[in-house]
């Protein structure tokens, strides 16, 4: 098999969520433990750092991936989902997982996994931590999937875990309050192993404190950490949200010193300040055009997109057009109601099955005090955006990592840089 066709065989002969959904989700480590088992468990080779969160887990994982890399060692990443490219998902100083080895791995072990059925992440995951290890990773960033206490990469034993927020999402899988989705990504507090917790809400800090004292985890909460030790740090990363994520892992450095990670002051800046280039990090408050500006971001439910909402407001511009798809297992309601009524609207859908149809989410929107127009797919909408704007204005595409991924993919046909 190529490339191509091997990518093919795994989204089609395994439940991909990223494409289906619900169906795709497997409950419970089974598998994984199995496929752990199999390679060797593989992920005791490298030391690592576990992130989970409802939003800013991957900005906060890429960065941090970043500060190791500027500090000398060699880092494997691992996140979800991709945009463009699978190997994306995988990578090692920034580089991603090779073709070659995609295929091999699939050739080479489907006669193993095949009969086991695992769902696509869980084969993802077991790829990834087989990969750092054949690579010789000193240390893995490994970004949670979904949730936490049953996600497969819980299976393994970081020297730190790092909580980012907890807002709603996923809902179906991690229950319909803040406790219960806390109480989920709580559980990657290891036993004696420090958690840095991102941002709180009184429903979630008792979880996470019970949940620490339990396991005899120190608990360090980045709201109560004043970040005098790097004052002007200078962030590539330009989101509002992203204050916060600077926040976190600000917290989360001395604990990496203390856990003898080498860490110095200009690792620490550069890393904060070139983590797009040295990652490949791309969607978040991204710039692909100016006259008029064009902004997308992979925010897609009422906590990410309540900061993109208030960074909108603080950009100056002549008329706000807003390029946007969602898929249908998100609050949509929840979203429409924080967007801006005087912006035109471009409803569109993403190439996934997921995607919510692009009339159903006008009549939702309409609803909503929102008024605009419908395009088959998001080249469609984006073009028609930028033939009805004059230079002065500001074209935002997103609500969805798929809206995203789409426009990423067609930024030739766009001109988009």
């Given at each position: ?34 496929l752990?088992?199999?390679f060797?468990h ?51 100083n920034?580089q991603?997982?090779?073709e ?9 072990e ?18 990834a ?42 809902t ?33 800090k008792?979880?996470?404190l ?57 690792s620490i800046?550069?890393?904060?300040a ?35 909402v ?14 946007i798809g969602?898929?249908n ?7 429409l ?11 569109t ?8 149809p ?18 088959p ?6 073009r028609a ?33």
């Amino acid at each position: 098999m190529d490339y191509q066709n091997t990518l093919t065989y795994l989204y089609n002969s395994v439940p991909m969520f990223q494409q289906i959904g619900g169906s795709a989700y497997k409950e419970g480590l089974e598998n994984t433990l199995t496929l752990d088992a199999h390679f060797g468990h593989p992920h005791h080779a490298f030391r690592s750092i576990h992130v989970a969160g409802t939003n800013g887990k991957g900005s906060c994982s890429h960065t941090i991936a970043a500060i190791l890399q500027e500090a000398g060692y060699r880092v494997g990443l691992y996140t979800s989902p991709h945009l463009v490219d699978f190997r994306e998902r995988i990578r090692v100083n920034g580089q991603p997982i090779s073709e070659e080895y995609v295929i091999r791995f699939v050739e080479e072990e489907r006669s193993f996994f095949e009969p086991l059925q695992p769902s696509f992440f869980e084969l993802t995951t077991a790829m990834a931590f087989r990969y750092f290890a054949d690579e010789k990773v000193d240390v893995a960033v490994i970004e949670v999937g979904l949730g936490g206490r049953l996600d497969c990469t819980n299976i393994i034993h970081p020297d730190l875990c790092i909580i980012t927020n907890i807002s709603f999402d996923h809902t179906q899988f991690l229950g319909d309050t803040l406790e219960k989705i806390a109480g989920e990504k709580a559980g990657i507090i290891k036993s004696g192993v420090p958690v840095v917790i991102g941002e709180t809400t009184p429903e979630t800090k008792p979880v996470f404190l019970k949940k620490a004292q339990e396991m005899d985890a120190p608990i360090y909460f980045a709201e109560e950490n004043d970040r005098e030790d790097y004052s002007g740090v200078e962030c590539e990363l330009k989101g509002l949200y992203q204050i916060k994520n600077t926040r976190t892992v600000l917290t989360a450095l001395p604990l990496l010193k203390e856990a003898n990670y080498r860490l110095d002051e200009q690792s620490i800046r550069s890393g904060f300040a070139h983590v797009v280039e040295l990652t490949g990090l791309m969607g978040r408050w991204q710039k692909l055009q100016d006259a008029p500006a064009l902004i997308c971001d992979t925010g897609h439910n009422v906590g990410g997109i309540t900061y993109i909402v208030e960074q909108l407001r603080q950009q100056s511009y002549r008329q706000l057009h807003i390029v946007i798809g969602m898929v249908n297992d998100k609050d949509i309601r929840g979203v429409l109601a924080l967007l801006p009524r005087e912006a035109i609207y471009y409803f569109t859908k993403a190439s996934v099955k997921r995607a919510l149809p692009e009339k159903e989410l006008q009549d939702l929107a309409s609803a909503a005090g929102l008024q605009g127009t419908c395009y088959p797919d998001v080249p469609a909408a984006v073009r028609a955006a930028q033939e009805k704007s004059l230079p002065e204005d500001f074209i935002f595409v997103g609500g969805s990592s798929f809206i995203v991924a789409d426009l990423l993919a067609s930024r030739d046909a766009l001109n988009l840089h």
